[in-house]
């Protein structure tokens, strides 16, 4: 039962780190700024129930009765909370962080998604407890994997291992 639970949880949190990603994404797209964050986030989640399910089932995601809201069985409500915070506090600094190790590239002009999976992975490494370092890299690196250019994933998994070992 409890290998359920955690494994129940390990899926929310992907499903939830890949939408946030795809949140950022949009948010940056539509540069609708960093204030609110949480409030634009339950907006935009509205919208991608399909898309969440998809990536929930992918990652081999139970079944869920249709009592359940797809947001209590698919998402993890606090990791987003605490990342929309994190990422509206911080994004100054986050942003530093990609311009300083992303080699003749900054947040402006790296690909729009790879900043947005940056932007998480260093989240989770430098603002909060919730997720280990191992992790948020290869989490990030899965992400690119399935959405930036071939090799971004390598530059990505560059950026984190330097950002870990200041």
């Not at 989640?45 to 399909?50: A, M, N, P, R, Y």
């Not at 947001?71 to 987003?80: A, I």
């Not at 962080?97 to 932007?119: C, G, H």
Request: negative net charge.
């Amino acid at each position: 039962m409890k290998n359920n639970k955690v494994n129940d949880l390990l899926v929310r949190r992907v499903v939830s780190r890949e939408l946030f990603m795809k949140f950022l994404y949009q948010n940056e797209l539509l540069e609708a700024g960093w204030e609110d964050l949480y409030q634009k986030l339950d907006t935009f989640l509205d919208g991608v129930e399909d898309d969440a399910m998809e990536i929930h089932i992918e990652n081999g995601g139970r079944e869920f009765d249709q009592l359940e809201t797809y947001r209590d069985v698919v998402l993890d409500g606090s990791y987003l909370m605490d990342m929309s915070r994190v990422i509206e506090s911080n994004i100054s600094e986050i942003d530093e962080y990609i311009n300083k190790y992303a080699r003749n590239w900054t947040v402006e002009t790296l690909p729009k998604v790879d900043v947005s999976i940056l932007r998480i992975a260093i989240a989770e490494i430098k603002y909060t407890a919730i997720v280990p370092n191992g992790v948020a890299c290869d989490q990030a690196v899965i992400l690119a994997k399935k959405y930036c250019d071939d090799n971004a994933y390598k530059y990505i998994n560059g950026i984190l291992g330097s950002i870990i070992g200041e």
